[in-house]
């Protein structure tokens, strides 16, 4: 999982909404749903970060497994959905994939919401590889719904809002990639510069309450 707050260089992959000096202003109040979309059931195994307030030993018997404190394995029935228990709003930080371990050769969501310091950042991942098409719905409340991915596989996803191309660890080039990827360009990354790639591959909301969708698309 990416230290979104401790890597600056990230800023260069996002969209801003609100500004840095009233992004802890207000409480957050966001609710984050996991959604299978298709017509089995499926497992969904997420690692939480070090500093995530919602983690396995707060949600329990959510978990139908777990390893330690940072990791939780949950099941999604067919067409169905399973809400994250948080009802303080508490801080969370996570990557989620569905039918595989948050590892190599999986498709990541990660998603972090209610920092009481910063912006709320959201990405779909394939830094690590690609195993499942994940979209993430950010809906403000009241406000417009504004959707990351799918990808639309594990290649051609240069011009797909919201996702990290496959090794891409820094949007448009594999600077330290994991999982055996080499380093250098990739005709795979997005075009344009660490400063200012030409599609955004992290996204960064202010707003305070809304719902945020983890989606298993068909």
Do not use: H
């Not at 409480?27 to 984050?32: D, Y």
């Not at 996991?34 to 919602?54: I, L, M």
């Not at 930080?93 to 920092?115: D, I, P, Q, R």
């Not at 075009?191 to 960064?204: H, I, N, S």
């Amino acid at each position: 999982m990416k230290k979104v707050l401790a890597v600056l260089g990230l800023l260069a992959c996002v969209v801003f909404i609100g500004s840095v000096s009233d992004a802890g202003a207000a409480s957050k109040q966001k609710r984050v749903v996991v959604k299978n979309q298709q017509s089995s059931p499926v497992t969904a195994s997420v690692s939480f970060a070090s500093d995530s307030e919602v983690n396995a030993g707060v949600l329990g018997t959510f978990c139908k497994s777990s390893t330690g404190k940072l990791n939780c394995v949950f099941d999604i029935p067919a067409n169905g959905s399973k809400e994250i228990p948080n009802p303080g709003y508490k801080y969370l930080n996570m990557a989620l994939a569905f039918k595989a371990n948050v590892g190599c050769g999986s498709t990541k969501a990660e998603v972090t919401v209610n920092n009481p310091k910063w912006y709320d950042v959201l990405d779909v991942s394939l830094v690590d590889g690609f195993n499942e098409k994940i979209q993430i719905n950010v809906t403000p409340a009241g406000g417009k719904t504004t959707v990351l991915g799918p990808p639309k596989g594990k290649s051609g996803n240069q011009k797909v809002f919201g996702v990290f191309p496959e090794g891409c660890d820094v949007c448009v080039e594999r600077r330290n990639p994991p999982c055996g990827y080499s380093k250098g360009k990739s005709p795979e990354c997005k075009a344009g510069t660490e400063m200012k790639p030409d599609v955004v591959c992290q996204y960064q909301d202010n707003s305070n309450n809304g719902m945020i969708e983890v989606i298993l698309m068909p």
